[in-house]
């Protein structure tokens, strides 16, 4: 994964830098040789001047390391922060894929069904459109037999009429029984027609039910269709909400990295302030920095609540650096302060003896060796 080679990279590379910070704490000399090659252009007519009190210069480093540690340590913990809330979004990516990964399959069984009533609907018209011929060659067949039968019936008659009174007593009897039996015949076959053309009337309604079920089947086929196309609107909004998402990550990041050097320009610039002005700097350096936040946290916010209704990783990142990051290196720097105002009441003292010309010399050695210690904690260790 990307995110954790990046922070891995980034972790490794502030455990090199402390270790490069704690090398040059432990040989003095080897860093002042490394201060002469950095800056090769200053005047060597003060290099005596240059080198201070080992305790001196120690304390301070150690300090700068220890302020060095703090702000690592709060960028770590904002860094995991970050990884926790990247994590988070792409679980509920892969979530959303696996939704829609149902919702296609729901739809391609939903075609398959509609596809197997198809061909099971074009079958039994098939097989209707089969029996309805025959049925119409029987209705024909059994019209020919009543025709026969009643054509039988009529000659029957004629003969007994043609007979006469001679066989009236006998022939009379078996006419009526004949004439009763055909009346039989005749109502049965009236009643098997019947049948007949209720069953034809009961295919054709069948055959109705058919293709209305086919309408509503569209219809439904419709309906998922226009569900899948409103699902693929959703993921197109869930991947730009995950593209606005990296933004608000690289803007934080950017954010982050100018906090870093301003706080560093002004920890460089309290050095040099007295112990009674250090409270007023300090509150006038949150104040600075608040001011300065405000608009960037408000566009973040604003920005984060037209995407989604979650918090913004912009608005907790810089909450938590206004909050603990500031409210941590506050009494550092008053307590830096108040150890190099002390240095440098003893370092004045000392020197009074000496005379105007040393004493001059010393603090303008003070204040290179200050301006030739701040390269060593820039950007590129970090």
């Given amino acids: ?8 990279h980034i972790i490794s590379a502030a455990d090199g830098s402390v270790a490069k910070i704690r090398e040059r704490l432990a040989m003095p000399g080897r860093l ?16 005596s001047a240059l080198e201070l ?15 060095v540690q703090a702000q690592l340590h709060n960028q770590r913990q904002t860094i995991e922060s970050l990884t926790q809330n990247l994590r988070s979004v792409e679980r509920e990516r892969d979530a959303q894929q696996r939704q829609i990964q149902t919702l296609q399959e729901e739809v391609r069984r939903l075609r398959e069904r509609l596809e197997d009533r198809e061909k099971e609907r074009e079958r039994k018209q098939d097989i209707e459109e089969d029996k309805l011929p025959s049925v119409a060659i029987k209705l024909e067949q059994w019209k020919r037999e009543v025709g026969r039968e009643l054509s039988t019936l009529r000659g029957h008659i004629d003969r007994v009429t043609s007979l006469g009174n ?46 209305r079920q086919c309408e509503r089947s569209c219809k439904t086929l419709e309906t998922v269709s226009d569900a899948y196309h409103t699902n693929g609107f ?43 002005e250090m409270p007023r700097k ?22 984060d609540d037209e ?35 002390s240095s440098l009441s003893g370092s004045d003292l000392s020197n009074t003896v000496s005379g105007p010309g040393r004493n001059n010399g010393e603090r303008d050695g003070k204040v290179r060796g200050d301006s030739d210690s701040s390269p060593d904690l820039s950007l590129c260790d970090l």
């Avoid at 994964?1 to 891995?8: E, G, R, T």
């Avoid at 001679?166 to 006419?175: A, D, G, H, P, V």
Wanted: charge should be negative; hydrophobic fraction near 35%; aromatic fraction near 4%.
């Fill in 234 to 276: 959703e993921l197109s909004r869930i991947i730009s909400q995950y593209q606005h998402t990296q933004q608000d990550v690289r803007d934080l990041r950017f954010l982050v990295s100018g906090l870093k050097d301003e706080v560093r320009s002004l920890i460089l610039r309290d050095r040099f302030d007295t112990p009674a």
């Fill in 166 to 211: 001679r066989e009236e007593s006998f022939s009379s009897k078996l006419c009526r029984e004949e004439v009763e039996q055909l009346r039989r015949e005749v109502d049965l076959l009236k009643s098997k027609l019947m049948r007949h053309e209720e069953d034809m009337y009961q295919q054709q309604s069948e055959a109705r039910e058919t293709m």
């Fill in 307 to 341: 995407l989604s209704p979650t918090p913004s990783l912009g608005d907790v990142s810089s909450d938590d650096l206004d909050a603990s990051w500031l409210g941590e290196s506050a009494p550092k720097l008053r307590s830096q302060a108040r150890m190099a105002h």
């Fill in 53 to 67: 009190p080992v305790h001196l210069s120690g304390a301070v480093q150690w300090n700068d390391l220890a302020a």
């Fill in 1 to 8: 994964m990307n995110w954790d080679n990046q922070l891995s």
């Fill in 32 to 47: 002042s040789r490394e201060r002469e090659d950095v800056y090769p252009v200053r005047d060597l007519s003060h290099a």
């Fill in 282 to 303: 300090s509150n006038a350096l949150e104040a600075a920095v608040a001011v300065e936040m405000s608009p960037r946290r408000q566009l973040l916010s604003d920005s």
